[in-house]
């Protein structure tokens, strides 16, 4: 299994559960103590929460343990990668250069790419920017995307684990060379396996590597990088001012340790394929951005027009785009925008996960309430459960502020 996906164990364990009115002022101290118990009396070593609406945060907070050995506390502050969440970033940056005349989602990606991709079944049907942004593009993630795709940040990490197939730091490559080796006839990895038995806006496959080639496309179109239209765009507007794509855009000593379990840490690493799964923020930054994503689909955002945001969250799948489609609260495949995911029961957000990593963020298209959850421990059959607790407690209390 990809590891990006280890949170869809959540969302088929996790049941809406049973919500109960508390109408007293103290639903934050409530909240509080709750997650407090969780937190010590469970197996995750770190984690942050957010609720809010429209209207800005309404709560936030953090538990546990940033660095256990050096007893710093995890806060709404504490920095961590987000995995998946990250292509909701895409989504919003391909719709702001939609705005700004640079390209459009239906077109061809050719059309920008400095090298060609054609899937090698269907040679004369071009896949669009709309394919890659709603995982029906027919790519697929080859052996390559978790053999090379994880870099460590340092060669050396002491007692901190690494995993077999984190490479070394001199290993590190571009993303246009990373997906060109996989993705182009001429490439070192490429293989005709890489891309499914369905044509360009046929089935349903959720791809990693397709949600990079967009943000490289987008880096073709605007003649800017990735990290530098997010930050014009989406970061700055939104004063995000402690996030970042990479370990020297952050502060780094707000980072928190990533855990294997509550005795291991995991050496640090980067990712080739960053847009995909790597922003580094906090729940207090990724808490600005929940609300703005709430304020476009009631029709008030300022980061994008109302048409984009209308586009942002256009359903673009159909039972036809699925083998199968989980009809679970939080299943954020069950239907695509662009790169936003749409469950059958009106959630909408993103999963994430990646080496000792596990988040959430989904806001209720009827209340326009959103929540958010960032762990910074590898999931187990213990700690799936803490993990599942602490959803449920902000499920029973996101409607009582």
Known sequence: ????????????????????????????????????????????????????????????????????????????????????????????????????????????????????????????????????????????????????????????????????????????????????????EDGKWYKKKTFSKYSPGGMFNYSNIGAGLAALVLEQATGESFPEFTQKHIFDPLEMTSSGWSFDTIDFSMHSKLYVDQDTELAFYKLVNYPDGGLITSSHDLAKYLSEIIKGYAGNGVILSAESYKVLFTPQLTDENHKDRSDSEYNDEYNMGVFMGMSTKGQIGHTGGDPSVVTHMFFNEKTKVGKLLLVNTELDKESVQDFIAIWRALIAHENEF
């Open 1 to 184: 299994m990809i590891v990006k996906k280890i949170s869809q164990l959540i969302l088929f364990t996790l049941f809406v559960g049973t919500t109960y009115a508390q109408t007293n002022d103290s639903i934050s101290k409530k909240l509080t103590n709750e997650l407090n118990k969780i937190a010590t009396d469970g197996s995750l070593v770190g984690f942050s929460v957010a609720i809010v609406n429209e209207e800005g945060t309404l709560y936030e907070n953090g538990f546990g343990f940033a660095d256990k050995k050096a007893n710093i506390k995890y806060t709404e502050n504490s920095l961590q990668n987000i995995g998946s969440i990250s292509k909701t970033f895409i989504g919003v940056a391909l719709l702001k250069a939609q705005e700004l005349g640079k390209l459009n989602l239906d077109d061809d990606i050719n059309d920008y790419l400095p090298f060609k991709v054609v899937h090698p079944k269907f040679k004369n049907t071009p896949i669009t920017i709309r394919q890659l942004a709603s995982h029906t593009s027919g790519i697929k993630d080859p052996a390559e995307y978790e053999s090379k795709g994880y870099v460590l940040k340092e060669a050396e990490n002491g007692d901190a684990k690494v995993n077999g197939n984190f490479r070394s730091p001199d290993e590190m490559m571009s993303l246009g060379d990373y997906l060109e080796a996989i993705l182009s």
